[in-house]
């Protein structure tokens, strides 16, 4: 499996891990807070044209949206995360992709989408700090980038190992 696609895979599974976060109150849901700045955004003309054509789908389909987002930024993670070093072990490779990938939402996303820095402004107030939410949800997303990654791995070596006894 290609970089990107271990990336949305893995962000399949922390978007997951965020949103179960956010149902219970303990963590911002990227993705919500994505649509929400997209609503903000976007002029009532056009958001009346979507509304007229999709109905009470309208909210879905931008929330649909951002998600897709969300997974297609992940999957650029992911060949970011591949690119580190390989002869780390892979729990170092797992803690520098996370504490990456919470900083980049913690100092860039959050304040693009209105939150300001660390997450401020996230409405309704999280239980955890918004950072510690972030940072939990990007390690599980490096856990299961690099449960995909190692997988990937013994596919390539079994097959390796298979063309070789046939030769």
């Known amino acids: 499996m290609r970089p990107f696609w271990r990336g949305v895979a893995a962000g399949a599974v ?18 919500e807070l994505m649509a929400l700045r997209l609503f903000e955004l976007i002029p009532m003309r ?31 993670a992911g060949c970011f995360a591949a690119a580190l070093p390989q002869r780390w072990t892979p729990a170092r490779r797992a803690g520098a992709c996370a504490l990456a990938l919470s900083a980049f939402a913690a100092f860039v996303l959050l304040p693009l989408l209105g939150s300001g820095p660390l997450g401020r402004g996230i ?7 918004a950072p510690v939410g972030l940072l939990l949800t990007a390690s599980v997303y490096a856990a299961a980038f690099e449960a995909a990654s190692s997988a990937a791995l013994r596919e390539v070596l079994s097959e390796r190992r298979f063309t070789r006894r046939r030769l």
């Open 14 to 31: 922390s978007q997951g891990f965020s949103a179960a976060a956010r149902w219970a109150g303990a963590a911002p849901f990227l993705p």
């Open 46 to 76: 056009t958001f009346e044209f979507f509304v007229r054509l999709l109905g009470e789908w309208a909210k879905w389909a931008a929330f649909g949206g951002t998600l897709l987002l969300a997974l297609a930024g992940a999957g650029v």
């Open 123 to 129: 409405f309704p107030r999280p239980l955890l700090p």
